[in-house]
């Protein structure tokens, strides 16, 4: 039984920093890419960020320099550290993994950045 559960969540001021978690069970972790998504109010939900099974990273454009994506195969588990947070990057955050076409989703945990 595949399982991604996402923790590190919560409320925090602007310009504040949170570093999100994803633990994966039930795969060979090391072979998949891990995917960080994130979903608004109202708004489709968007990629985040990607570190490839090989340790390449790519970002969305409204996180560049600011949010970093690491993984450690020892543990199964992706990060998200996220630095100077907005507002707008309010949602719930999602991890995935994807490997030939086949996705594994985690249940989202919420950031909420507001004063």
């Known amino acids: 039984q595949v399982q991604l559960v996402e923790s590190g969540g919560g409320l925090v001021q602007p310009g504040g920093s949170l570093r999100l978690s994803c633990a994966a069970s039930?795969?060979?972790?090391?072979?998949?890419?891990m995917r960080w998504y994130r979903q608004a109010p109202e708004k489709q939900r968007e990629l985040v960020a990607i570190?490839?099974?090989?340790?390449?990273?790519n970002y969305a454009d409204s996180v560049k320099g600011r949010f970093t994506i690491s993984r450690d195969n020892a543990k199964n588990t992706v990060y998200l550290q996220m630095n100077s947070l907005k507002p707008e990057d309010t949602a719930v955050y999602y991890c995935?993994?994807?490997?030939?076409?086949?996705?594994?989703w985690g249940q989202g945990t919420q950031v909420t950045v507001s004063s």
């Open positions: 995935n993994a994807v490997k030939n076409g086949v996705n594994y």
């Open positions: 039930g795969i060979i972790f090391s072979i998949y890419h």
């Open positions: 570190t490839t099974s090989g340790g390449i990273t």
